[in-house]
């Protein structure tokens, strides 16, 4: 969400913040020195109007904070008039800067939530028009096809040895095969999906598909420095469910949570995954992070189709993935985390007979 757009430039804030602060304090002379029956206080609304456009919610809410306090501080300073009609007026200012500065902070979070509609909007005229179909599948295949690539230079590095080492280039060649074939498969499930096929089910151990997972996307993940801890219930019963597209969902939350925590330096970044049976039947998966969590009030929108806060996302990695949840009988959904960060669980439904 980009709760910039609009705003003016950083210098032009500067400089405008300046002049606000200026006035602020001819207000403050104004109402002091003049009789109570001079109530320039209101004019503080003023300065609320115009900074609303320039600097954030919290920072707006301390300025009001100033203003009352410019209020109740000249009204002891002022000597000059009826007393009563002085608080009143002083009253009547106060109430009118609160009221300013509520109807401001509505506007403002009007205005942010109609851009991002409008980004929405366009962002699903763009996709619409170049075929869903397609959008999923290349936002589906993106990850193998990177791994493909990574594996291809790696497999040229060994070739180039002097001497070859065939045993690495081999073994890059095998990695190369294995996402070949995890995106064609990938490409058929979607197409699949989008026309409404049936997911192909079968028996299987989330832990093996979970590790399967974690081993493709360690070496990325470790690059950025986030450390994947796994604590997984070893007596799992299997599930019955498309492992191909299972395993489509938990690296499309891998992805989301190493890119909620891209921006740290300092920060611990770590990754745990989870697996546990949830009584009476279904096997429950949890993915937990120590980025920056959910944006206020985005929880609710996540999951929908080309939602995104990211400038280069599209928005589509959550709503395929609660497609493919609901499509195989299971339940998707997110928790905030309370130390921050954010978690994403889902469930799937047991085989036959391992009801628990
Ligand atoms: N682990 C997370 N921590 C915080 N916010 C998250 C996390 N995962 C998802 N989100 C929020 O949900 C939004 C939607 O996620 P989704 O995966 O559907 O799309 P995206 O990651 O933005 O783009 P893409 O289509 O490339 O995956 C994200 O833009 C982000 O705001
Ligand atoms: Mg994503």
Same mark, same amino acid.
């Given at each position: 969400?980009?709760?910039?757009?609009?705003?003016?430039?950083?210098?032009?804030?500067?400089?405008?913040?300046?002049?606000?602060?200026?006035?602020?304090?001819?207000?403050?002379?104004?109402?002091?020195?003049?009789?109570?029956?001079?109530?320039?206080?209101?004019?503080?609304?003023?300065?609320?109007?115009?900074?609303?456009?320039?600097?954030?919610?919290?920072?707006?809410?301390?300025?009001?904070?100033?203003?009352?306090?410019?209020?109740?501080?000249?009204?002891?300073?002022?000597?000059?008039?009826?007393?009563?009609?002085?608080?009143?007026?002083?009253?009547?200012?106060?109430?009118?800067?609160?009221?300013?500065?509520?109807?401001?902070?509505?506007?403002?979070?009007?205005?942010?939530?109609?851009? &991002?509609?409008? @980004?929405?909007?366009?962002? +699903?005229?763009? $996709?619409?028009?170049?075929?869903? %179909?397609?959008? /999923?599948? *290349?936002?589906?295949?993106?990850?193998?096809?990177?791994?493909?690539?990574?594996?291809?230079?790696?497999?040229?590095?060994?070739?180039?040895?002097?001497?070859?080492?065939?045993?690495?280039?081999?073994?890059?060649?095998?990695?190369?095969?294995?996402?070949?074939?995890?995106?064609?498969?990938?490409?058929?499930?979607?197409?699949?999906?989008?026309?409404?096929?049936?997911?192909?089910?079968?028996?299987?151990?989330?832990?093996?598909?979970?590790?399967?997972?974690?081993?493709?996307?360690?070496?990325?993940?470790?690059?950025?420095?986030?450390?994947?801890?796994?604590?997984?219930?070893?007596?799992?019963? &299997?599930?019955? @469910?498309?492992?191909?597209? +299972?395993?489509? $969902?938990?690296?499309?939350?891998? %992805?989301?949570? /190493?890119? *909620?925590?891209?921006?740290?330096?300092?920060?611990?970044?770590?990754?745990?995954?989870?697996?546990?049976?949830?009584?009476?039947?279904?096997?429950?998966?949890?993915?937990?992070?120590?980025?920056?969590?959910?944006?206020?009030?985005?929880?609710?929108?996540?999951?929908?189709?080309?939602?995104?806060?990211?400038?280069?996302?599209?928005?589509?990695?959550?709503?395929?993935?609660?497609?493919?949840?609901?499509?195989?009988?299971?339940?998707?959904?997110?928790?905030?985390?309370?130390?921050?960060?954010?978690?994403?669980?889902?469930?799937?439904?047991?085989?036959?007979?391992?009801?628990?």
């Amino acid at each position: 969400m980009k709760h910039d757009i609009g705003r003016p430039l950083r210098s032009h804030r500067v400089l405008s913040m300046a002049g606000l602060l200026v006035a602020m304090a001819v207000i403050f002379v104004a109402d002091t020195v003049t009789d109570y029956a001079v109530a320039a206080a209101g004019f503080y609304t003023a300065v609320i109007l115009v900074a609303a456009r320039l600097i954030s919610a919290r920072a707006l809410i301390l300025l009001a904070g100033l203003c009352i306090f410019l209020t109740i501080f000249s009204f002891a300073l002022t000597k000059f008039g009826s007393y009563q009609v002085g608080l009143i007026n002083s009253c009547i200012s106060i109430v009118a800067i609160a009221i300013t500065t509520y109807l401001a902070l509505k506007m403002n979070a009007a205005q942010a939530a109609a851009q &991002q509609a409008q @980004a929405q909007l366009l962002r +699903i005229a763009r $996709v619409t028009s170049l075929g869903e %179909l397609s959008t /999923s599948i *290349a936002h589906e295949v993106n990850q193998p096809l990177a791994a493909i690539a990574t594996s291809g230079n790696a497999c040229q590095r060994w070739l180039d040895q002097q001497p070859p080492n065939l045993d690495k280039a081999k073994q890059a060649v095998e990695r190369i095969l294995g996402d070949a074939h995890r995106a064609s498969d990938i490409i058929a499930r979607v197409r699949g999906l989008t026309q409404g096929e049936q997911p192909h089910k079968s028996h299987f151990d989330l832990n093996q598909a979970i590790h399967e997972v974690v081993a493709i996307s360690r070496t990325d993940v470790e690059a950025q420095g986030i450390s994947i801890d796994l604590s997984l219930d070893e007596n799992l019963p &299997q599930v019955l @469910a498309d492992r191909v597209q +299972i395993q489509q $969902v938990i690296v499309n939350m891998v %992805l989301n949570a /190493s890119e *909620a925590m891209a921006d740290y330096q300092d920060k611990k970044k770590e990754i745990r995954i989870q697996s546990a049976l949830s009584a009476p039947h279904t096997v429950q998966f949890s993915i937990i992070d120590s980025g920056g969590g959910f944006a206020a009030g985005s929880i609710a929108h996540i999951f929908d189709p080309f939602w995104t806060t990211k400038g280069t996302g599209i928005g589509l990695g959550l709503a395929i993935s609660r497609t493919i949840i609901e499509a195989n009988g299971g339940r998707i959904w997110a928790e905030e985390h309370t130390d921050g960060g954010a978690i994403f669980k889902f469930s799937l439904p047991l085989a036959e007979g391992n009801a628990a």
